[in-house]
């Protein structure tokens, strides 16, 4: 039996856990899971009332405060709702006073008070404990290490600072159940993006991590200060997991609100648009670690074709919409010619085949979608070009200085290019609304990929505000903590767990 102070120790599920084995413990995200044993660094042996099984550790997180309130009304909340029977032998566990609903809604805002203050302090430990004393040994640490390892992470403390005294002022602390905090969510939804900087970040800092500790020295300093901070005993890679965990804990604590809030409740409205603003917030964060995948895709992309000319497309864009052959004509010639088009956002790349060698392409040119109007055009007459078309569309710039008709072999091609070219208008209008865009510069930062290639890349600097925001394939790269359930697989974090655990046999 593992013990933590005496107590038994406790981890809280990020996904759900669907098994067919009879001995794997299945749960749900949000359940609180009894951990047994943790000797296997993968699979942990632990209880959920009556059952017990393996499971998973990377579906897991440890809790940080193992004395939050959580577990006797979680554990009795099946029965709570099985009939008017069981309601009044829970009212006995919870105490008079209040409804079980009501009681249940004060648990939970509670819990969510209890975990904002413990992640406050677990913030300052680390900015004061950690990072304000590597910054006096710049014998061991550069800056731009502390930034790899670290992140954003003291942005991020100063923005749950300033949360945490908004939901203060919203908490009720007679009757937490009349708490109105959905609006501090709504109000602060999206500076919760800063997020997405960290968590792309996070896989170099455990790659950084790792290789310093390595050498015994930073492994002693590190410890040192850990133990002048009073901290509990879990490594830094444990620490640094903490905030990837807690933009993934938002949704799963104001579902668990919503579930307790009635309709007529005054914060029932503001709780319900928190939870899909956080839901949101976590489907960006995802949408911009996968745009960050997405660089060397494109530099390897742009390295393969011959005789590129003018600016790299990461200077403007981020995403390869769509791409196929279609027939070109231009004015003022008038020629026809076979091409391949990628259409990115921002800007639209064609190319020419090799006669005999089909798969090698040479730049041929390109069309800026921002100063651009898609038009349908007819089957028949076409009067700019004076000819007969069909299944074709137009580009015509906005000054009307330049016309490019489009032609393809068949009519669903013509309408899947239709709806690629709304998908490129509709993302570049997202990307403005959420911060994504840019303004242009001829400031251009030159990064290498991975075949030595250099490419200019100021739109992904400005985007996510970091210095290594791709690393080599062979390198373990672990997925964000969100909506997506991980594979079965140990993550950088997770192989050493048994550092990480603060447990006595």
Known sequence: MLQHDGSVVYAEALWDHVTMDDQELGFKAGDVIEVVDATNKEWWWGRIMDSEGWFPASFVRLRVNQDEPME??????????????????????????????????????????????????????????????????????????????????????RFQRKFLKGLEKKFNKEQPHLSEIGCCFLEHQTDFQIYSEYCNNHPNACVQLSKLMKVNKYVFFFEACRLLQKMIDISLDGFLLTPVQKICKYPLQLAELLKYTNPQHRDYKDVEAALNAMKNVARLINERKRRLENIDKIAQWQSSIED????????????????????????????????????????MVYCKKDLLRRDMLYYKGRVDMDHMEVMDVEDGKEKDFNISVKNALKLRSLAGDEVHLLCAKKPEQKQRWLRAFADERRQVQHDRETGQTHTHTHTHTHTKTLDGTSVTRPYYDFLLRQKHPSLPTALPQQQVFMLAEPKRKTSTFWHNIGRLTPFKK
């Not at 909340?77 to 004060?106: I, N, S, W, Y």
């Not at 969510?112 to 061991?140: A, N």
């Not at 995403?319 to 956002?345: C, H, N, V, W, Y």
Request: glycine fraction near 6%.
């Open 72 to 157: 006797e009304y979680l554990a009795h909340l099946e029965e709570a709702q099985a009939g008017e029977e069981d309601q009044a032998a829970l009212g006995l566990l919870l105490g008079p006073g209040l409804p079980c609903k009501e009681q249940m809604r004060t648990n939970v805002i509670n819990e969510i008070m209890s975990t904002e203050r413990d992640y406050i302090k677990h913030l300052k430990d680390i900015c004061e404990g950690y990072i304000k004393q590597c910054r006096k040994r710049t014998d061991m640490f550069t800056e731009e290490q502390l930034r790899t390892i670290f992140g954003n992470i003291e942005e991020i403390y």
């Open 308 to 347: 590129w000319e003018g600016e790299d497309v990461l200077s403007r864009s981020s995403d390869l919409i769509f791409s196929g052959e279609l027939t070109k004509l231009s004015q003022p010639q008038a020629k026809s010619q076979q091409r391949m088009f990628f259409l990115f956002d921002h800007q």
